[in-house]
Every structure is written in C-alpha cells, then in structure tokens.
C-alpha cells in the first residue's frame, strides 16, 4: 500500500522509460494498488510490462461493498493477480478456503494467479517449513486440473525475511523452491513442474538478486520495498 495515484504512473512511467536500455531476460510485472491498474496498463508498453493486481475477492459479485472482483480486474487490462500474500493471511486471516475460491474465480476471469506460500520464523526454526508450504499449496492448489495447474505462479515468502533486512541464503531459498518444484512433480509431472516460475520474495535486493537467480530452482523474484525505486527495480530485472 505504496504511493498515491500520480506517483505510482510516474514510477511505472520511469521504470518503462528505463528497461528500454535493456533486453529483459525475464517477464517483467508491475503489482500496483486497484486505483492505479487502468491507468498503468495504459502507460506502459504491454508487450514488455504486465500488470498484476495486489488481491482479489473471494465472490464473483453482488452485495459485498469495497470489493474488488476478478472480472474487474481482468476488464482492466491487468493479466495477473497476487493471491495468498503472507501480509493478506496475517492482518487479514485469509484461510486456505478464501484462497482457493479466489485462485479457481482468477482463472475462470483468465487471470493467473501469482500465488504465496512461506513459513514463520517459528516454523523455520522448529523445522516445520517444509510442512507448512505443503499444506499451503496442497489445500489451495490441488485440486486443480493440469491445465489449470500450468497457469500458477508460485512464489516462496520467508515470513521472517519480509521488511527484516533478513534473507534466506541462497542455499536456504534453492533447498525450498526445489522442494516445491518435487511437490509439483510427484502430484503432476515433471514436466509441468519443470515449466511453472517459482519466484523468491523475501527482501531481494540489487546487491542479492544476481546470487538468488542463480540457483536453479530460483526462476525470478517477487519484489517489495526495491520496486519502489526505478533504478533499483531495473537492477534487479538486469540481474538475471
């Protein structure tokens, strides 16, 4: 919940002006507050900058008042949506049910769904992380066709790496996104598992990003305080 309308177009602006001077080896997204989306997919050039959505509702529609549904943001131009943010189950108590409506009501709105999993630092030190990250995707996810499946994002959040200065090491963050990638695959396929991005968000930075993408299991980043400055974003999507 950064910047005001104006500054949000001039951030997406300068960070579209910027990533001219590169060839981007990897797809760039912008996850902008619902204010900003419509104005933002009409200033950046969309065959190089999606945008994606921060949340979405768990209802279609109706009487459900300051709710923002997947058809809304789908008419927006926008091509994704964050669902299962560590902050929305937190402050919000978003359940593995509300998230499972809400992945299955952004795809049927041709949305992808970016979607979270991480452990607390309790979790991480009694051993439980690898767990907890099963349950998370087994519960929200499973159920859903390969088809379906192909469309997801996964995203591993280090509960107690967010907004700390505190990253996972680089072998920290492999062991997990490979141990999701074998999750995929014993429930899928290899293959399936292999295609599907699983990003890394847990306070990336242009100092760490160039080490975290190394790994082989590290497809890209979901990033947080550094897109919120141009030259540091861009960094981060040279370091690939």
Not at 3 to 26: Q, W
Not at 142 to 157: G, M, V
Request: net charge negative.
């Amino acid at each position: 919940m950064n910047k005001l309308l104006h500054e949000g177009v001039d951030l997406a602006k300068s960070v579209n002006s910027k990533i001219k001077s590169l060839t981007p080896k990897c797809e760039v997204i912008l996850g902008t507050p619902f204010i900003h989306i419509t104005e933002i997919v009409k200033t950046v050039d969309n065959s190089v900058i999606s945008i994606a959505a921060q949340n979405c509702a768990d209802k279609a529609s109706g009487a459900y008042t300051g709710e923002v549904s997947a058809a809304m943001i789908k008419s927006t131009g926008a091509k994704y949506v964050i669902i299962g943010h560590s902050e929305r189950r937190a402050y919000y108590s978003e359940t593995a049910t509300t998230l499972k409506a809400k992945v299955d009501l952004a795809l049927e709105n041709d949305l992808s769904p970016i979607f979270c999993v991480g452990e607390v630092l309790s979790e991480r030190e009694s051993n439980k992380h690898f767990e907890v990250i099963s349950q998370q995707i087994s519960e929200v996810l499973f159920h859903l066709s390969n088809t379906d499946f192909s469309k997801i994002i996964l995203a591993y959040e280090p509960i107690w790496a967010i907004g700390t200065g505190k990253t996972a090491s680089s072998d920290q963050a492999q062991e997990v996104h490979a141990f999701i990638r074998k999750l995929v695959s014993e429930k899928y396929s290899t293959e399936l598992a292999n295609n599907i991005s699983i990003l890394y968000g847990g306070s990336c930075n242009p100092t760490n990003a160039r080490e975290l993408f190394a790994n082989e299991d590290v497809d890209g980043g979901l990033i947080g305080g550094a897109s919120l400055k141009a030259d540091d974003f861009i960094s981060i999507i040279d370091s690939f």
